[in-house]
């Protein structure tokens, strides 16, 4: 790996960071407590300062877009959850099949229960964790993709298909999942990345996009749903993949909750250009939606700029109302009441004016 694969990596490990806080109750209120603040990251690393030195080490060695991609931005957690493969009904009903019949790939998909451990600090009592439905299938790239479905609202219009943050899983995401459901009427599907939770494989800008194909598909097969009731969110990191899909496929909207532009932006806030080694050109790709798209973003966010928000905002030709939260920061967005409102607002009001 060149000098400037290696400085870029170590500004911006950890940068590419978020993930919603495993709160059961969301706030009510306008502006959270410090205590309320809990986030999930560390220290974020000083991004800039860079020498003249440095700055020509990093473009005369330029980088690989996938081993940046592979360094700056990935740190899934230890395992917060584990599945638990159930036994298939023998033909007829009369006792169980052998553990040897269980599949897990998409089609001829296994029957598995969700095991959370103390550290995903669920939130919520047995009933509702029994709305969730967890299930493996497979990337294009070969790899085996944990995927949760939450039932929140019997027969909701609309899915919300949520790619998380950077540091989190599903077993940690679940408490989130089902709380924000219920509040905003809208059943949850998620999915956890290539080496995040039990999905196999590492974590890379390839294998994101081959991911959100693979919890796209088994939404749409496993369990019916047409895009047009498909709401695609992806927070921090996760709105890479949503960007990508959205670019590529007509959905009932998009949300996009506290974006990046590309990965050099972030590093090089004065960055106008997206290079041939930029990793996650979220820029390059949100012209090409043609759904409705809301981004909500921090104005003190301090992993990925307010700036990055509005750019995207202005590049979007499909964008609504935005929501720039005054005085949030990365990881704290949800604990604000404008959040709750203006996605009820969102979903429940605009797409149904939108599609009239």
Known sequence: MGLGCCLL???????VAGGCPPLAHISEHPYPSTAERGLLLGPVPAMNGLSVTELCCLFCCPPCPGRIAAKLA?????????????????????????????????????????????????????????????????SSR???????????????????????????????????????GTRINCNIFSYDYSGYGVSSGRPSEKNLYADIDAAWQALRTRYGISPDSIVLYGQSIGTVPTVDLASRYECAAVVLHSPL???MRVAFPDTK???????????????????????IHGTEDEVIDFSHGLALYERCPKAVEPLWVEGAGHNDIELYSQYLERLRRFISQELPSLRA
């Not at 990596?9 to 940068?15: C, K």
């Not at 584990?82 to 089609?107: H, I, K, N, Q």
């Open 9 to 15: 990596t170590g500004l911006l490990s950890g940068a």
């Open 74 to 138: 990935f740190l899934p957690p230890e395992p917060t959850y584990s599945l638990v493969p159930e036994p298939e009904p023998r033909p007829g009903g009369a006792g169980a099949a052998p553990s040897g019949t269980l599949r897990a790939s998409t089609g001829t998909p296994g029957r598995w229960k969700l095991h959370l451990m103390e550290r995903s600090d669920f939130q919520y009592s047995q009933r509702e964790l029994d709305t969730v439905e967890v299930f493996l299938t497979k």
């Open 142 to 180: 070969g790899n085996r993709i944990a995927c949760m479905y939450v039932r929140c609202v019997p027969g909701a219009r609309y899915t919300v298909l949520f790619s998380h943050g950077n540091a989190v899983d599903l077993g940690q995401m679940s408490s989130f999942y089902i709380g924000l």
């Open 261 to 263: 532009t590309s990965g």
């Open 273 to 295: 250009k997206t290079y041939c080694f930029d990793a996650f050109p979220n820029i390059e790709k949100v012209s090409k939606i043609t759904s409705p798209v809301l981004i």
